[in-house]
Nanobody, 120 residues
Framework: QVQLVESGGGLVQPGGSLRLSCAAS????????MGWYRQAPGQQRELVAV???????NYADSVKGRFTISNDNAKNTVYLQMNSLKPEDTAVYSC??????????????WGQGTQVTVSS
C-alpha cells in the first residue's frame, strides 16, 4: 500500500511563510500527480495546488503569486512553499497523490493532514 506523510504545518503570523512537504512511499509504479488540498472549519475542501507528470502545475486563484508547488521525483516528494500568509489560509492541508501501484490500479491516496494556522 501507499503512504503519504506530511510535515511542516504550524502557527505563523500574517505575512509569514511555511513550507509543507509530503513524501509518498510504498509499492509505487508511477505517480501521475501530487498536490495539496485544504479545508477550513465550516468550509468545503478545496484544491490548493497540484503538479502533474509532464511538468504542469495548477493553483487556486486565492494562492497564485503567494504559493509555489514543487516536487522531487527521485524522492516521490512534493513541497508547498507558502509565502505572504493570510488568516484566511488557516486550514488543514492534506497531501494527495494519484498513484499507479505495482499490480494495482490507479487511485488517489491521501495524507493525514497538517494544520496551518495564520494568526497574530
Amino acid at each position: 500500500q501507499v503512504q503519504l506523510v506530511e510535515s511542516g504545518g504550524g502557527l505563523v503570523q500574517p505575512g509569514g511563510s511555511l513550507r509543507l512537504s509530503c513524501a509518498a512511499s510504498g509499492s509505487i509504479f508511477s505517480i501521475n500527480a501530487m498536490g495539496w488540498y485544504r479545508q477550513a472549519p465550516g468550509q468545503q475542501r478545496e484544491l490548493v495546488a497540484v503538479t502533474i507528470s509532464g511538468g504542469s502545475t495548477n493553483y487556486a486563484d486565492s494562492v497564485k503569486g503567494r504559493f509555489t508547488i514543487s516536487n522531487d521525483n527521485a524522492k516521490n516528494t512534493v513541497y508547498l512553499q507558502m509565502n505572504s500568509l493570510k488568516p484566511e489560509d488557516t486550514a488543514v492541508y492534506s497531501c494527495y497523490a494519484d498513484v499507479r501501484g505495482w499490480h494495482a490500479p490507479r487511485r488517489d491516496y491521501w495524507g493525514q493532514g497538517t494544520q496551518v494556522t495564520v494568526s497574530s
